[in-house]
């Protein structure tokens, strides 16, 4: 019985070994890649070990003084603001919105939910074009509004909060309607405390969802400076005749996982609590 | 402090031709500082018309007042009423102390005087070494206790209790309720209790309303329920093993049920002859289960007679005939198609 369970744990290391390593191995050599000059990348083949290059590449990155344009550090500020006005906006209007579809009686509520719940299955591509006439129309084009406000409407978080409040027992309402506690005082008091580990996992997928977007920034954001900096690693890969210096290119994309991966190292204890936590 | 009073009140669920009648018209008067015990079987209506009181649930019909003022329109809060509730209801997020000062922050209770009051409730109710826990840490009993304490220190003129017992072991719940009635003795509050036990609601009530599918069947001091029932329903309910209802006595007359309670049938070398089907030992006391010896009426004389004799006395064998005098004082009388109380036969 011990040795098969040392088997079984073996084979289970084993496998998650190799799949750490496929997952692992690309990021490896974006940051080799970011450690050495140009010309190192170039030869073949690649070098597989860290190069002596680090400070001038990033130095490089950071500043966009390799002729690549706008400063990395003005893109990650772009995709922070971006980022954080989507995630926090998000969250707030899905607790209200759900707050209301489970805790009100209004007519139209459950159209109103399935109204919700339907555009789940409408992407943002979907619904590009006419957004895009919008937003440009409001004159949001290189704005952090028309660059997040149009991202904020979110029916996956709804559809969590809608699902937790349900959990709720009802006696706790009734308590707290017997302590004299109006709607919104019941909101901000005990159903938001109640919320926080899903709202720390939903601050972990939204953030990310935030950060790695890519499509609506390309079309709402004409000048660089208002370049996110997933969008603005396509810039800095040259095109045609100029040459690509592969070490910023990849120095940029090191910089740009790293926000993103503390956010998750920081919160996984919580986002794994929201996701699996079912004790209130 | 106050008195509540119940003036025929109804409720349904839905409206017109699908209505759902769940309370038939309820009457009763509550004095001051009364402890009043609602008791039934489950689905009776009871925790429905405690929710009426307390405003968690609209009242369709009738007029519900506490302290001389009409309530029906009112909010929970604004009742002036605490409610215990059957899982307790404490706010998972908040501590001991908090969970018990949050009605009082709410009213804008000065925080000096919210934890003068915390401290002397949670010093009643022995709490004091737990306020600064969450309820996740805390005992089923102590949980109990917290909800009790959320309830004193909003001093209300009502103390409303949700089966607030169900949710303990038998030894804590024996417990707690004797601090329920040392706590209703020292603050004499007016106290409204729901409960399918019968021995909690025996042990408690000053008086108590018994609740049949939606109808009050009775309403008096547990003495008055147990000696003298209104129904054939209260006389079965009440009491444990219940009264024999008899529609077979060799005495009785037609559409008359005769209602003995086990105790209250000796054993006596004549009287109504019995043979016995089965003997149950229960510690102080056994109970015979007997079946009439020769059949009187042909056709339901298939009646089970319990008797209760203690435990020291003679244990007839299986299968013999036995004769019992029930007293003749402590016989009750009940119409058999409306299952009343008949005073006189």
């Not at chain 1, 073949?44 to 390799?66: F, K, R, V």
């Not at chain 2, 309530?71 to 001991?96: C, K």
């Not at chain 2, 009605?103 to 915390?118: F, H, Q, S, T």
Request: hydrophobic residues 50%.
């Amino acid at each position: 019985m011990v040795e098969r369970r040392t088997g079984i744990a073996v084979l289970a290391h084993v496998v998650m070994i190799l799949g750490a390593l496929i997952v692992a191995f690309p990021i490896y050599m974006a940051f080799v890649a970011s450690t050495h000059a140009p010309q190192d990348i170039m030869q073949s083949p690649m070098p597989l070990w860290p190069g002596s290059n680090l400070w001038a590449s990033y130095s490089a990155a950071l500043t966009g003084s390799s002729g690549g344009g706008t400063p990395v550090a003005r893109m990650i500020w772009v995709s922070f603001v971006i980022t954080a006005i989507i995630t926090v906006g998000k969250i707030s209007i899905s607790l209200l919105s759900a707050f209301a579809v489970v805790y009100f009686r209004f007519p139209l509520r459950q159209l109103c939910f399935w109204l919700i719940f339907i555009t789940l299955m409408l992407p943002v591509e979907v619904r590009i074009g006419p957004t895009y006439q919008v937003v440009a129309d409001l004159g949001m084009i290189n704005t952090y509004a028309g660059l997040s406000v149009p991202l904020i409407a979110s029916a996956t978080a709804t559809f969590l909060f809608r699902q937790f409040f349900l959990t709720v027992p009802d006696e706790l309402v009734e308590a707290a309607r017997v302590d004299g506690a109006g709607p919104m005082r019941f909101f901000k008091d005990i159903l938001v405390p109640l919320s926080v580990t899903s709202i720390a996992a939903l601050f972990v997928i939204q953030f990310i969802y935030g950060w790695n977007q890519y499509l609506w920034p390309l079309i709402a954001a004409t000048s660089q400076d208002m370049y996110p900096i997933v969008v603005g690693i396509k810039q800095i890969i040259g095109t045609g005749e100029s040459v690509s210096e592969w070490n910023v290119v990849m120095a940029t994309a090191v910089l740009a996982m790293l926000p993103p991966a503390i956010v998750v190292v920081l919160m996984q204890k919580w986002f794994v609590k929201g996701l699996v936590d079912t004790e209130k | 402090m106050a008195s509540i009073e119940l003036k025929n009140v109804i409720k349904r669920y839905g409206s017109g031709k699908t209505a759902n009648q769940v309370i038939h018209g309820v009457n009763a008067q509550i004095k001051d500082g009364e402890f009043i015990v609602i008791v039934g079987p489950s689905g009776c209506g009871k925790s429905t018309l405690l929710r009426m009181v307390a405003g968690l649930e609209e009242i369709s019909d009738g007029q519900i007042s506490i302290g001389g003022r009409v309530v029906n329109d009112l909010e929970p809060s604004d009742r002036d009423i605490a409610m215990v509730f059957q899982n307790y209801a404490l706010y998972p997020h908040m501590t001991v102390f908090e969970n018990m000062a949050y009605g009082l922050k709410i009213a804008n209770v000065p925080m000096d005087e919210i934890k003068a009051r915390v401290d002397k409730a949670a010093k009643i109710l022995e709490l004091a070494p737990y306020l600064e826990r969450k309820p996740k840490a805390l005992s089923g009993g102590q949980r109990q206790r917290v909800a009790m304490g959320r309830a004193i220190v909003r001093q209300p003129q009502v103390f409303l209790f949700d089966e607030p017992l169900s949710n303990l072991d038998a030894k804590l719940r024996a417990q707690t309720r004797l601090e329920i009635q040392k706590l209703h003795r020292e603050l004499g509050i007016t106290s409204l209790f729901v409960t399918h036990d019968q021995v909690e609601a025996m042990t408690l009530a000053q008086r108590m309303i018994v609740m049949n599918g939606g109808v009050m069947e009775q309403f008096g001091t547990p003495e008055e329920v147990y000696t003298r029932p209104a129904s054939t329903f209260v006389a079965s309910f009440i009491g444990s093993p219940p009264m024999n209802l008899l529609k077979n006595a060799p005495d009785a007359q037609p559409g008359v049920i005769t209602g003995i309670r086990p105790e209250h049938l000796d054993i006596t070398p004549t009287g109504w002859a019995l043979q016995v089907e089965a003997v149950e030992m229960l510690g102080a006391e056994r109970l015979i289960y007997g079946k009439w010896a020769h059949k009187l009426h042909a056709a339901d004389a298939d009646e089970t007679v319990i008797i209760r004799i203690e435990e020291s006395a003679a244990v007839p064998a299986l299968g013999s005939t036995l004769h019992v005098t029930p007293r003749a004082d402590r016989i009750h009388h009940f119409n058999a198609s409306t299952g009343k109380r008949m005073d006189t036969v």
